[in-house]
């Protein structure tokens, strides 16, 4: 890629790292709060942050407008695999968390609104590290 397809690219890196650090300040912040509003806020926040990274690595039709793992690193040097729990979380976020839905209802009926986070956290992370891994020097650069 020239330099007209590297500054995209290298301007959205930080966005990105943003969501990272974003992502494990919330899962440690989670941790640590007890039950109540914010606690609440907190989980908003990391699961806001999730759903964004899960989009990053496994979306399968971006829109134009998406950054998506595959702008970065090449399917023939690293693809990230969707974890089994992918799709239920993907649209569990859409639906409680993206904009209002009559499936909030639904979920509160089925008693299914706890979400089970603390591998979801730790696969992420390795996630992130595998892709950081991937990338050639001079892009890894771009996300410090």
């Not at 590297?6 to 974003?22: G, I, Q, S, V």
């Not at 989980?43 to 595959?70: C, G, I, M, W």
Request: hydrophobic letters at 40%; a negative charge.
């Amino acid at each position: 890629m020239g330099d007209s397809t590297e500054r995209p690219l290298a301007e959205m890196a930080p966005h990105l790292y943003f969501e990272d650090r974003r992502f494990l300040n919330a899962a440690a912040e989670n941790a640590r709060i007890p039950d109540g509003e914010l606690a609440g806020m907190v989980r908003e926040s990391y699961l806001l942050h999730f759903r964004n990274l899960l989009e990053f690595f496994y979306r399968k039709t971006p829109q134009a407008d998406d950054a998506v793992v595959s702008h970065y690193v090449t399917p023939e040097v690293w693809t990230p695999k969707p974890p089994d729990w992918y799709d239920e979380y993907r649209i569990r976020c859409n639906k409680l968390l993206a904009h209002p839905t009559y499936s909030r209802v639904e979920y509160v009926e089925a008693g299914n609104m706890v979400w089970q986070l603390r591998d979801k956290t730790e696969f992420l992370r390795q996630v992130w590290s595998d892709f950081m891994k991937a990338l050639p020097e001079e892009r890894r650069a771009w996300f410090r």
